[in-house]
């Protein structure tokens, strides 16, 4: 006997076990391709053939299963999700149930699938009721489109667990892609295909059919744009619609369905909305109308109402009559979602599992190609029949002319099948067929029947051998069909009248907000700490100590405008702000910080208010003795945040902010030392911002003040006091310099505060 033990084999090592060595780039790189091309073909690009994802797929073949026809009753949607799931679809529960929900809803699908009862959501954004609460059943589309599947038209493959085999594609005829349209995003790539109309869709294809080389310009002036399940109004140029069609890629505007409705009183009215853009919540559209209308973004509408019931029905009232409803819906199109872009990109899987951005008429070819294909295998799998049914009839026909023989042979052999199949040359089939006849079969007109059935099956063997071999018999049929099947969907009927309107208009253009503000007088104050309010009507502006302020407070700036003005705020920072008049608080009370209506930086101070005239200009000048002029329209700001306009380094302040007058020939500056130069207006640059130019020279201090005015009419001053009286200076030659100098003293009587006012 050995001393030594045979050692035992080594176990094989499972391949998931073993440690391969690879570059981490390379196997992270194989790795998420096959799970991009698993999101890509199996679950968010639909099918150009059949239009459908596969889990709207595995959801009709589960539903036909089911027998859930549309002459039949209703099955709880849960009954369908649990089987989807359970054998078809390894995913949740929530994502199958959603997805047969989009299938049933009418406002998501121009020819819905799935007919459901209950609560499967709505148009404002609800969601559907949990599966266990719905049912369900097939529509007469789903029916259409699955037609053919029990004749030999498709491929079936087994399902995930390799239990049941489901189909790789629907044949039938509907053409469901562009009839329903897809959205999807997959991995680098995504899908957004809009409704259209079937019956369009199938005299296209029949253009196709008749002519393969048709001109996309043919096809266009069949296929007019999109029809959307929400109806709506499709507003771009049809050069735009049809380049996007023609490429596969694009964009186009659709806009909600309005009317001008006359409302109770004199001249009233009101618009209504009856249809709005595809995917748009209309709970979620009204709150953003209200939005608009609490934030007072458009003054010319005053409130929304929500009237619908079945039927989208939403109330738009205007402030006044006066309101034009063009410019008032021109407004609501470019500030909500009353009008919205819907992406075209017809990105399918083709015939061969392969992601592609078609154009239309590439996407109809190669559909008919498949319905070519499915109308090919439907006609082989019944002449397969047809030669199955005539090889049993030749041996009934037999069996008839020799009967007493047959009859001898069965009853007096224990085994009679191969007797009959030796004297009468009959096959297996025939022989078992005859031996498993009913007594009832033998009667006397049977073999005339079974004649005139042998020869009815003869005759349309020849023709489909006929239409097999021959393509046109095969597109003459196709358009047979497709005539059938648009009388379905014809422009005549409920389902296939045309839904979205196809009218050009311009985008909507730019309304100034100005235009849609009443026009009212109003008096601006604001307090020297900064309150700011508008004082209906145009006050006396003698006594602003008059006017209401805090303890402590008082009045800063006030002056007169309207409610449709722009009032320019200029701080000693430099930087300028925008507040709307229509936007200041009543004067009732204090009225409000300026801060809270602008960004107001810490420790700046206001210097200067005004109504913005767009047409005037500035004189600006900091304390370091430099400035500009600054065209108003040029430095009013659009933001809260405002408008650096004048730089400033150090210490330096804004301190002069003057109106230029049209006449205006020069500028007087008066610095710290009381010193005044006068020169040129024409020697300022003219600047929307920065430091300026130097308007004095100075050894100590800084400017002091500066006013541009006529010489002609001469340099004048406030006298001071409570007279009110000013002076002039009309002969200033001493003081005449060029920019840049340092001065002379100004004349005698000129303000020791160095203030021009």
């Not at 619609?241 to 490429?247: F, G, K, L, Q, R």
Request: charged residues 30%; proline residues 5%; glycine residues 8%.
């Amino acid at each position: 006997m050995s001393d030594v033990t045979d050692a035992p084999e080594a176990a094989p090592q499972d391949e998931f076990d073993a440690i391969v060595e690879a570059p981490f780039d390379a196997a992270l790189s194989e790795r998420y391709l096959i799970y991009a091309m698993s999101t890509i073909t199996a679950r968010s690009l639909p099918d150009l053939r059949d239009g459908l994802k596969p889990v709207h797929r595995r959801l009709l073949w589960a539903m036909r299963l089911l027998k859930l026809e549309p002459s039949q009753g209703y099955k709880k949607c849960a009954r369908v999700v649990g089987d989807v799931i359970g054998k078809y679809h390894p995913h949740g529960d929530q994502s199958v149930y959603d997805a047969m929900v989009r299938l049933a809803q009418t406002f998501s699908l121009r020819y819905p699938l799935v007919d459901g009862q209950g609560n499967f959501g709505n148009i404002d954004g609800d969601n559907a009721a949990a599966y266990r609460y719905t049912e369900a059943r097939l529509t007469r589309t789903a029916i259409e489109l699955m037609h053919g599947l029990d004749e030999g038209t498709v491929d079936f493959k087994p399902t995930y667990n390799g239990e049941d085999e489901e189909p790789e594609v629907m044949p039938g005829l509907f053409p469901n892609l562009l009839a329903n349209g897809a959205s999807g995003i997959a991995v680098g790539m995504a899908t957004s295909i809009p409704s259209h109309n079937a019956h369009e869709i199938i005299d296209a294809a029949t253009l196709l059919i008749d002519s393969p080389k048709a001109e996309h310009a043919e096809i266009m002036a069949i296929i007019k744009g999109p029809d959307l399940a929400t109806g709506g109004t499709l507003v771009d140029p049809k050069s735009i619609i049809d380049a996007a069609y023609e490429s596969g890629r694009g964009a186009m505007r659709v806009r909600c369905k309005w009317e001008k409705e006359d409302a109770e009183g004199r001249g009233a009215w009101q618009i209504v909305v009856t249809e709005i853009p595809y995917q748009v919540q209309k709970g979620k559209l009204i709150e953003q109308i209200a939005q608009i209308i609490a934030d007072k973004k458009l003054p010319i509408l005053a409130d929304i109402r929500d009237e619908s019931d079945e039927q989208v029905r939403i109330i738009l009232e205007p402030k006044s009559r006066a309101v034009d409803p063009e410019d008032l819906m021109n407004a609501l199109f470019r500030m909500s979602d009353l009008e919205n872009r819907f992406s075209l990109n017809m990105n399918v899987l083709d015939k061969d599992r392969v992601p592609k951005v078609m154009g239309i008429s590439e996407v109809l070819k190669q559909w008919i190609v498949h319905q070519i294909e499915v109308l090919l295998r439907r006609s082989q799998h019944r002449l397969d029949k047809i030669d199955s049914r005539l090889e049993l009839l030749g041996g009934y026909i037999i069996a008839y002319l020799n009967l007493d023989r047959v009859i001898e042979i069965i009853r007096n052999h224990d085994e009679p099948k191969p007797m009959l199949m030796d004297e009468f040359q009959l096959t297996d089939r025939q022989a078992e067929a005859i031996l498993n006849m009913r007594l009832r079969s033998l009667r006397k007109l049977e073999e005339m029947e079974l004649r005139r059935e042998r020869d009815k099956l003869l005759e349309e063997r020849d023709g489909l051998e006929k239409l097999i071999e021959s393509p046109a018999r095969q597109k003459t049929r196709l358009k047979k069909d497709l005539a059938d099947l648009r009388k379905l969907y014809a422009e005549d009927t409920a389902l296939g009248a045309r839904r979205t309107m196809l009218i050009e208009a311009a985008p909507a253009r730019e309304i100034s907000l100005e235009a849609f503000i009443e026009k009212e007088p109003v008096t601006v104050i604001m307090s020297q700490r900064g309150w700011i309010k508008a004082m209906k009507g145009h006050a006396d502006l003698s006594a602003p100590d008059s006017f209401k302020f805090k303890e402590g407070d008082g009045p800063k700036f006030a002056f007169h405008a309207q409610t449709t003005d722009k009032l320019l705020m200029c701080c000693d920072n430099g930087r300028f702000y925008t507040i709307g008049a229509d936007k200041l608080p009543g004067a009732r009370g204090f009225g409000e910080p300026v801060g809270s209506m602008v960004d107001l930086e810490a420790g700046a101070e206001p210097i200067a208010l005004m109504v913005a005239d767009m047409k005037a200009r500035l004189l600006l000048a900091s304390t370091w003795g430099r400035g500009f002029v600054a065209n108003i329209a040029d430095v009013v700001a659009e933001t809260k945040k405002g408008r650096q306009v004048v730089n400033l380094k150090g210490d330096a302040r804004l301190i002069v902010v003057r109106p230029v007058p049209e006449d205006a020939d020069h500028v007087a500056a008066i610095g710290e030392n009381r010193k005044l130069v006068v020169f040129s207006l024409s020697e300022m640059p003219e600047m929307a911002k920065g430091q300026g130019v130097m308007l004095q020279r100075y050894k100590d201090g800084g400017l002091s003040d500066a006013i541009v005015f006529t010489l002609e009419e001469g340099l004048s001053w406030a006298m001071g006091g409570v007279s009110g009286r000013t002076r002039t200076e009309n002969d200033l030659t001493m003081w005449r310099v060029a920019r840049g100098a340092a001065g002379r003293l100004p004349p005698t009587g000129f303000p020791k505060s160095g203030k021009f006012d």
